[in-house]
Structures are given as structure tokens and as C-alpha cells.
């Protein structure tokens, strides 16, 4: 039972451009989300977080939205840069953080076009 | 400075042997992971241990043992290893407490023969 998921698998966007890459949730007990951006034979890379209690965090290019009451977040990165292509992997934390599990989505491959 | 560093990053080996993955951090958390990412490039948490505590374990088979001599190690052995055992491992950290920030290895890619 995936409790994460990325419906598209792959998204194509011109440099310049905006994109953006989105995630549904089922678990109404996650309070804790982040977004991964990660390259070819490396680690995943934090990108940026969000908390339950905000409906948006924005660090540079990079904003993040969460609506709670439809359980779904995205991640808008504006503009697009050639190097922002990357599988771009949606984490969720479950509320009280006892085992600080972080549960992933199957990723999103994004290909900025220059 | 590598943060989170895992050797080997490739591990080639025929079914049946044992194998150990290493991993180190020196951003002094007091947590560390170990994920699978399987052929369908789904990550899924493996184990946690903090402060050499195990706290997750899931639901991996007894052929997976973690090891944790202290709050910047955390080790995998494999014991025989079986086909579906080929994945990338993760190992990463954090801190226990605060945001959930999780900080990634570069990967140990398994291949079993």
C-alpha cells in the first residue's frame, strides 16, 4: 500500500519555464513533508520541507504548497534551470516522530529542456 | 568532506555469500538509516538506529543484520545472498529530535549473480 505517491513519472519543461511536480498522500497522520532531488549513481538531496501547520515555504526558486484537505503538495520551481534536471523524490514524516521513518514516493524524473 | 560516506559504492557477488556495506557520518547525528531502492526505483526504510538503539526494523529478513558500534556507524551485513537481494542501499542521518532532515549516501549498488 503505497501511502506516497507521484503519479507522473517523468515531466519536460523548457528552461525558463516553471515547473511543477506533485505528490498525494493518504495518511492524515503525516505532519511533515520534503521534497529530494537526486542525480544519476548519487544520494537523494534535501530540497526543501513543509510543515503541516503551512500551506507554503518558499527557499529561492523553490516553493513548496500543501493542502491538507486534499492531501497533496507540490513543488514549483521557477525558473527552470538545466541543472535542476533530476529524479525528484516526495517524502512524508508520520506526526510525534518517534521512529522518524521518511516514507518516498517512486519519483518524478524532470528534464529541463535547454 | 563527504557527510554521510558508504563504501563500496558497487558490490558485485554471487548468491549465497555474505557481504557488509559500511557507512559513516560526521554531521554528528544521533540517527542513522539504511534504505532499499529496488528495480522500480521505490525507497523504502530498512532500519534505524539511534544512539546505537535499534528503532525500526522493517520487516526485513533475518539475513539482514545492522550493526552500530557507534552513534556515527551504522554497518549491513548480508547474509546469503539471494537474487532479489540486487538494489542500490541507502544509508543516511539525522537527528532524532527537530525536523525530520534526512542527510543521504551516495548509494552502494548490489548485484548478486
Known amino acids: 500500500d503505497q501511502q506516497v505517491k507521484q503519479n507522473s513519472p517523468s515531466l519536460s519543461v523548457q528552461e525558463g519555464r516553471i515547473s511543477i511536480l506533485n505528490c498525494d498522500y493518504t495518511?492524515?497522520?503525516?505532519?511533515?513533508f520534503l521534497w529530494y532531488k537526486k542525480y544519476p549513481a548519487e544520494g537523494p538531496t534535501f530540497l526543501i520541507s513543509i510543515s503541516s501547520i503551512k500551506d507554503k515555504n518558499e527557499d529561492g526558486r523553490f516553493t513548496v504548497f500543501l493542502n491538507k484537505s486534499a492531501k497533496h503538495l507540490s513543488l514549483h520551481i521557477v525558473p527552470s534551470q538545466p541543472g535542476d534536471s533530476a529524479v525528484y523524490f516526495c517524502?512524508?514524516?508520520?506526526?510525534?516522530?518517534?521512529?522518524?521513518?521518511?516514507?518516498f514516493g517512486t519519483g518524478t524524473l524532470l528534464a529541463v529542456q535547454p | 568532506d563527504t557527510a554521510v560516506s558508504q563504501t563500496p559504492k558497487y558490490l558485485v557477488t554471487q548468491m549465497g555469500n555474505d557481504k557488509s556495506i559500511k557507512c559513516e557520518q560526521n554531521?554528528?547525528?544521533?540517527?542513522m538509516y539504511w534504505y532499499k531502492q529496488d528495480s522500480k526505483k521505490f525507497l523504502k526504510i530498512m532500519f534505524s538506529?539511534?544512539?546505537?538503539?535499534?528503532?525500526i526494523n522493517e520487516t526485513v529478513p533475518n539475513r539482514f543484520s545492522p550493526k552500530s558500534p557507534d552513534k556515527a556507524h551504522l554497518n549491513l551485513h548480508i547474509n546469503s545472498l539471494e537474487l532479489g537481494d540486487s538494489a542500490v542501499y541507502f544509508c543516511a542521518s539525522s537527528h532524532r529530535q527537530g525536523k525530520n532532515i534526512q542527510y543521504f549516501g551516495a548509494g552502494t549498488r548490489l548485484s548478486v549473480l
Open positions: 554531521l554528528g547525528h544521533d540517527t
Open positions: 517524502a512524508a514524516s508520520p506526526y510525534g516522530g518517534a521512529t522518524n521513518k521518511l516514507i
Open positions: 495518511n492524515s497522520m503525516f505532519d511533515y
Open positions: 538506529y539511534n544512539n546505537k538503539e535499534l528503532i
